[in-house]
């Protein structure tokens, strides 16, 4: 049973949710599981001070578990959206992590570069 037929599944049962509603809910999932993981990985690598190091080896783990989901969504979109989406997500919750967790400056630079981010998911996402 592949994710299409459960997909399908789900629909026939609930109308208010077709094919394309819960496809999209499912590599949602899929993307914000994977940048959550990439982000707190960053934390750990971030605290980290010599390669030996209790959260470098926690950050590698965290950046090896992140294949689950891209594997799972990659089955899902093309290759190009969800890498451009997937890092677009991932830069706009660094920017946020970096202000809130490490209380990094929000700078011009920082808004146009979440600015380009937003852009070119907005551009994937609308073919």
């Known amino acids: 049973m592949n994710f ?3 997909s399908r599944s789900i629909s026939a049962r ?9 496809k999209i809910s ?3 999932i899929l ?9 707190v990985a960053d934390m750990f690598l971030k605290k980290g001070t010599v390669l030996t190091s ?6 590698a783990v965290l950046y090896a578990l992140v294949a689950v989901p891209v594997t799972l ?5 093309s290759f190009s959206a969800l890498l451009i989406i997937w890092e677009g997500v991932t830069i706009l919750a660094g920017l946020a992590v970096g202000m809130l967790w490490f209380h990094e400056p929000l700078t011009v630079r ?18």
């Open 4 to 6: 299409d037929s459960v």
């Open 14 to 22: 609930i109308p208010l949710l077709n094919h394309n509603v819960v």
């Open 26 to 28: 499912w590599v949602t």
């Open 31 to 39: 993307i914000a599981s994977g940048v959550a993981a990439t982000i």
């Open 54 to 59: 209790r959260n470098v080896a926690i950050g």
């Open 73 to 77: 969504a990659y089955r899902e979109i």
């Open 110 to 127: 920082t808004v146009i570069a979440a600015l380009f981010a937003v852009t070119a998911m907005i551009l994937i996402y609308s073919q």
